[in-house]
T-cell receptor, first 110, second 113 residues
Framework: GQQVQQSPASLVLQEGENAELQCNFS?????MQWFYQRPEGSLVSLFYNPSGTKQSGRLTSTTVIKERRSSLHISSSQITDSGTYLCAMELWNYAQGLTFGLGTRVSVFP | EAAVTQSPRSKVAVTGGKVTLSCHQT?????MYWYRQDTGHGLRLIHYSYVADSTEKGDIPDGYKASRPSQENFSLILELASLSQTAVYFC????????????FGKGTRLTVV
């Protein structure tokens, strides 16, 4: 089964609405990252978040490693937030790289 | 921020042909990775390397080879390209001496016909 579960799979927002994206991990992890994948495909690192809460502009990430979960909050969504948001976990053997979820596709309309 | 550059950005290859995807990073990172992304599977690890002249298998290495001739360069080689290898390929790097944050290149879209 999928080790990294993201929900919802897709989300439609009206500009200005807030959104909460969830990421749950089925195994113990060392750390995790949130990425934004632009519609043209490139990946942008949003947060490297071993634990706790981090904020960058309108984005807030909260990770509770012991509970194997993380969330990404988008406040006052904008059209430019449209794209896919991916979370990924790193196991304790970091040499194995990241294990990704399937993503949440976000569409923001005026 | 780490700079990871992939080339080419897109490529069309013929079934049975040899394909080489190149990756170059300028931030002195020790670890480098190759991932592929397919609809329905997300990103999956193909090969990785933690030191020059050494590579390791990831989760889906079959049909791929990797080469790390220097700390900055990491290549992915498809000796006999197949239709099933049509995907987007991402190179990434990290410096585990600092932390384990991973930085990605912009991706290479490979179409095998």
């Amino acid at each position: 089964g999928q080790q990294v579960q993201q929900s919802p799979a897709s989300l439609v927002l009206q500009e200005g609405e807030n959104a909460e994206l969830q990421c749950n991990f089925s195994t113990s992890l060392n750390s995790m990252q949130w990425f934004y994948q632009r519609p043209e495909g490139s990946l942008v690192s949003l947060f490297y978040n071993p634990s706790g809460t981090k904020q960058s502009g309108r984005l807030t990430s909260t990770t509770v490693i012991k509970e194997r979960r993380s969330s990404l909050h988008i406040s006052s969504s904008q059209i430019t937030d449209s794209g896919t948001y991916l979370c990924a976990m790193e196991l304790w053997n970091y040499a194995q790289g990241l294990t990704f979820g399937l993503g949440t596709r976000v569409s923001v309309f005026p | 921020e780490a700079a990871v550059t992939q080339s080419p950005r897109s490529k069309v290859a013929v079934t049975g042909g040899k394909v080489t995807l190149s990756c170059h990073q300028t931030n002195n990172h020790d670890y480098m990775y190759w991932y592929r992304q397919d609809t329905g599977h997300g990103l999956r690890l193909i090969h990785y390397s933690y030191v020059a002249d050494s590579t390791e298998k990831g989760d889906i290495p079959d049909g791929y080879k990797a080469s790390r001739p220097s700390q900055e360069n990491f290549s992915l080689i498809l000796e006999l390209a197949s239709l099933s290898q049509t995907a987007v390929y991402f190179c990434a790097s990290s410096d585990v001496r600092v932390n384990t944050e991973v930085f990605f290149g912009k991706g290479t879209r490979l179409t095998v016909v």
